[in-house]
């Protein structure tokens, strides 16, 4: 079983719709959840990390983590075509500082 | 800040060659790691680095090695390239603190193995 797993896509939205990126991870005890973009060809940035249960907002993007499901979504609204990129779930482990990466999800924005 | 850099870009080594990637960080972040990650797929840790001196295993370790003399330089070393070694290879580095523990990620290294 893998250990992070997400929505294998490729995931097509029209311009100005909502993407929803989802993700699952087994390990029960962790407690920090990122969210990265990466554009073809250049490496990932940061968009969004999470820590406690719920919602998370930042302009567009909003996370959601519920780890009673041990699942972490993200939602962006008004989808751009600047957003088309992979969204890579990371998850951090329980003790340490290492990170497991999700397979990405392709999003692609139609104008 | 420059923030996380490798050298070189992109590289092309014979089967059984042997190269090392440079990765070099200028903000005094004590961890460090090593990632691949193959066409299509998420990032894998080869190896990585808690402080100078200090190195560990990740999930694919195989064909390479590490040092961390300072704790600005994290050089990754392939001893005897593989094509299985073709890949995109990226630098991070972070802190240790809960409140400030992003990975900056470099701008990557693209290796082929022939």
């Known amino acids: 079983q893998k250990e992070v797993e997400q929505n294998s896509g490729p995931l097509s939205v029209p311009e100005g719709a909502i993407a929803s990126l989802n993700c699952t991870y087994s390990d029960r005890g962790s407690q920090s959840f990122f969210w990265y973009r990466q554009y073809s060809g250049k490496s990932p940035e940061l968009i969004m990390s999470i820590y406690s249960n719920g919602d998370k907002e930042d302009g567009r993007f909003t996370a959601q983590l519920n780890k009673a499901s041990q699942y972490v979504s993200l939602l962006i609204r008004d989808s751009q075509p600047s957003d088309s990129a992979t969204y890579l779930c990371?998850?951090?482990?329980?003790?340490?500082?290492?990170?497991?990466f999700g397979e990405g999800t392709q999003l692609t924005v139609n104008p | 800040n420059a923030g996380v850099t490798q050298t070189p870009k992109f590289r092309i080594l014979k089967i059984g060659q042997s190269m090392t990637l440079q990765c070099t960080q200028d903000?005094?972040?004590?961890?460090m790691y090593w990632y691949r990650q193959d066409p299509g797929m998420g990032l894998k840790l080869i190896y990585y680095?808690?402080?100078?001196?200090?190195?560990d295993k990740g999930e694919v370790p195989n064909g390479y090695n590490v040092s961390r003399s300072t704790t600005e330089d994290f050089p990754l070393r392939l001893e005897l390239a593989a094509p299985s070694q073709t890949s995109v290879y990226f630098c991070?580095?972070?802190?240790?603190?809960?409140?400030?523990?992003?990975?900056?990620f470099g701008p990557g290294t693209r290796l082929l193995v022939l």
């Open positions: 990371a998850v951090k482990e329980t003790s340490g500082s290492r990170l497991t």
């Open positions: 903000m005094n972040h004590n961890y």
């Open positions: 991070a580095s972070s802190y240790s603190s809960v409140t400030q523990e992003t990975q900056y």
């Open positions: 680095s808690v402080g100078a001196g200090i190195t």
